[in-house]
């Protein structure tokens, strides 16, 4: 039977991938403006999510589909989209000084981004798991793609990478494996925990690809590659991993968990990922490894809500979304702080720096007090009440109290560093940020400061 295709539906995921396609030609055709390709690309991306018709379906068996619009959905890929902007923008220093060869690191990064749009879209576990794939593959090379070997930091990082990803996506595959041998089903709206016999096997195959799954969130105990990769790799890279890879983790782990009872397995990964992140967070040195290890925390306030199941999506999607936006503005002004190629240096290299660059200094406090909760990161503030008031209205009250006693934690450490910015005065030479760094970074504060007083921008398409 020939099954027909809806090419409109697949638009987003044409713009994504030819996206890649036009880096490649502009590097093999003129040998420059892959940057300006990539930006091109990804606003094109983002345009096709925007306009493609509301939930239109494609690959369909029955009334099960394998790809699916929905608004949710199309919020993430202009996320995925604006995110792989707003990195291109921050490697622009670095590129521009040959510290990585340009035409491989755009092209592998717009590879990156078409995975993410198979992430946002995908209707079955085949689907989703090769989009997640496709997402983290090229993030391997990224990491210790550089020409300068000053270390071998980024090779060691990206080698740990690789390998706990591949454990990572094993573990899920099997789940998935054992998951259609007790139901019969690899679409997400037929996903079932098994009935008789056969609820045993199910169950386990649930548990097993809500571990492989964990891991692109870094939950613990599937955390510890993300420091040393985060630190090992060039900052703009990290900022891609803290964010982009990061949400297509929260899209799969959320795809599977509300339609499987996991709900005491997720809550006990939220329980260990926010505490444990919070403590170490607090013994850190390194600027990246704190906003490393602040991220793993940040996974565990995302997931909890994941715990009640369908009923806390919306929570962990809005959490998500106000998420990346801080920890975007955060990366990029550690990016524009150290200047081209440069690592995150330790945190007392930023002492004074608020004082020297008024205007970087504002935004990474703005980042900071997001992160935390505080004003006046109001977008964080809000994030963090949708997951407590998700959590006490599904019954987990419990968990909510886990939450923010992690978040009154999580406050000696980001009121440490935003208060370093201030204190002193250490004298340097003033930077000069690219206008397209600079661009990125006030397009981003105003998106944050404009979804944390107007909020219902995010749950406007979450509820569609």
Known sequence: ????????????????????????????????????????????????????????????????????????????????????????????????????PVGEFCFLLTCSMAGGVVVAYAGDLITLVVGLETLTLPLYVLVGLRRRRESPEGASAAVTFFLISAVSTALALLGAALLYAATGAVHLAALTMGEGQFKPLASTGAALVVLGFAFKVAAVPLHAWAPATYDGAPVPVATYLSTASKLGGVIALAAVVQRLDTGVLVAVLAVLTMTVGNLV???????????????????????????????????????????????????????????????????????????????????LVLALAGLAGLPPGLAGLFAKVTVVESLVASGWSWLAGVVALNAVIALAYYVRVAALLYTGFVPRPRVTVPAALTTALVVASVAAVALGFVPQIVFAFLDG
Not at 1 to 23: C, F, N
Not at 35 to 49: R, S
């Open 1 to 100: 039977m020939t099954q027909a295709v809806d090419h409109l539906a697949l638009l987003p995921l044409y713009a994504a991938a030819g996206t890649a396609l036009l880096v490649l030609i502009a590097e093999l055709a003129f040998g420059r403006f892959q940057v300006l390709a990539g930006l091109i690309g990804a606003a094109a991306t983002m345009t096709c999510a925007i306009t493609a018709p509301g939930y239109a379906t494609t690959f369909c068996s029955g009334d099960l589909c394998s790809w699916t619009l929905t608004p949710r959905g199309g919020l993430m890929v202009v996320l995925f989209a604006a995110l792989t902007a707003g990195v291109l923008a921050l490697s622009v220093p670095a590129l521009r000084e040959g510290y990585a």
């Open 281 to 363: 967070a607090l013994r850190q040195t390194r600027m990246v490894r704190v906003l490393a290890w602040s991220s793993v925390a940040q996974a565990g306030y995302i997931i909890a809500p994941l715990a009640a199941g369908a009923a806390g999506v919306e929570a962990a999607y809005a959490y998500a979304v106000f998420f990346v936006v801080l920890e975007f503005i955060a990366f990029a002004t550690v990016a524009a702080l150290r200047g081209p190629g440069a690592d995150g240096g330790s945190i007392e290299a930023y002492r004074g720096a608020g004082r020297r660059e008024k205007w970087l200094g504002a935004a």
